[in-house]
């Protein structure tokens, strides 16, 4: 996932960048408006991060030209500017959503990962993950190439964790996207899908986080399978 991040806030540039490369995005940082424009123009990024009070062009600017060029790259746009004047021209210049400074950077994180999954599910419904292929569609899993029969609960697991993609998530957030509000649930049943998943995929796909739940490390993280 190539991101392109225009902010020219040296500090708060070098978080974001740090933050967002941790979280498997390869990051193109560039620091006034013309240069953003001239890289978003150039159509090799996934996504963009940009901030409003930029040098030499305004983000609103750079993002009205990007949109009229036929630039289709969703758009996240960052400001100090909280009117909701500002707000709605940011999303009428399209923008695909907004966060004003300062902001949380795990909320940033997770805007973009709605925002991406907007995005591909314009597209197709296939999720990856290193040699897994995920169709949210059909529900159902290619384990390089192979299909791999799963229950329903276990998909759905799946496709929790993976939504959340190195991302921390608690027995209770787990147990609640695969049994919504069913209540009584079997004090291991997770465990019981959990190690179901990993015989079934592969072991590391899967790791446990001590007393607090479960997490996917991003492909590239992965011991290997
Ligand atoms: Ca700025």
Redesign the pocket.
Known sequence: MRLLLV???ELLGAGIRDALERSRYLVEWVRDGAFGLEALRSGSFDLAVL????PRLDGMEVLRQAREAGVRTPVLVLSARDTTTQRIGGLDAGADDYMVKPFDVDELLARLRVIERRHRGAVDNRVGHGDLEIDTAGMSVRLRGRPVALQRREFLLLRKLLDHTGQVMTRQQLEESIYGWEGDVESNALEVHVHNLRRKLYPSLIRTVRGVGYVVDPPAADAGT
């Open positions: 902010e020219d806030d901030d409003l009070g930029l």
